[in-house]
Structures are given as C-alpha cells and as structure tokens.
C-alpha cells in the first residue's frame, strides 16, 4: 500500500486544509512531550508479544500516534488529522520512502489480512 493508494480512501473532509507543522510536537509542554513519549515506550518495550498479547502495545502506540498527529495538525477527530496527513505531501512522500526502505509494504499487508477490525457505531 502506498502513500497514493490511501489517499484514494480519503473521507468527506477532502477538503480540509490545514497547516500541519511537525515543530508543534517540539514546542509542546514537556508534561505532553512526556507524556506522548511515555505511551511510545511501553508500546516499543511490548512490541515483541505474540498472539493474544499483542493488543496492549497496539493501544499504547496507537494513543501516542493519536495525541502525536493531534498536535502536529491541530485537528482533535481522528478522521480530520488522518486525512489532513495523507493529503500532506512531504508526509506522503516520507512514508514511501519507509515502506521502500523497510519492507514496511508487506509488514503492513499482512496485517491487514489478519485485523479484527469490524465497522463500530
């Protein structure tokens, strides 16, 4: 999957603009820096669980990729600052580079494949 190919999923916000500036992350309150950093590491110090144990490192990096993206974008819903960084070009372009560098694209496929993700109200 590559950066074109999510944007294709774009949501009803597809014209959103919004002034997305990595820096805000930088100048946040070490309190929210701290805590951000804190959600990442016991996502990264799990992330070797198997199976059934594997859900609590997801939630952890998933609430510090929450709180990160809300802070660059300025944006609370999480389906405006999805959007507004997959219609961010260095974003995009960034996040090409990492799957061709990485191998990252079939990691990613395969999880896809596997999640148990269902359409929640």
């Given at each position: 999957?590559?950066?074109?190919?999510?944007?294709?999923?774009?949501?009803?916000?597809?014209?959103?603009?919004?002034?997305?500036?990595?820096?805000r992350?930088?100048?946040?309150?070490?309190?929210?820096k701290k805590?951000?950093?804190?959600?990442?590491?016991?996502?990264?110090?799990?992330?070797?669980?198997?199976?059934?144990?594997?859900?609590?490192?997801?939630?952890?990096?998933?609430?510090?990729?929450?709180?990160?993206?809300?802070?660059?974008?300025?944006?609370?819903?999480?389906?405006?600052?999805?959007?507004?960084?997959?219609?961010?070009?260095?974003?995009?372009?960034?996040?090409?580079?990492?799957?061709?560098?990485?191998?990252?694209?079939?990691?990613?496929s395969?999880?896809?494949?596997?999640?148990?993700?269902?359409?929640?109200?």
């Amino acid at each position: 999957m590559t950066c074109p190919e999510l944007v294709s999923h774009r949501s009803a916000n597809r014209n959103l603009s919004v002034d997305i500036d990595f820096t805000r992350y930088m100048r946040l309150h070490p309190e929210g820096k701290k805590l951000i950093l804190g959600w990442f590491n016991r996502a990264w110090e799990m992330r070797n669980k198997k199976d059934a144990h594997c859900f609590e490192p997801f939630i952890f990096l998933w609430i510090a990729f929450n709180a990160w993206a809300a802070c660059v974008t300025g944006l609370d819903e999480d389906s405006k600052w999805k959007t507004a960084l997959m219609e961010h070009n260095e974003t995009c372009n960034k996040f090409d580079e990492f799957l061709k560098r990485n191998n990252s694209n079939i990691l990613a496929s395969n999880f896809y494949d596997v999640w148990p993700i269902f359409k929640s109200q």
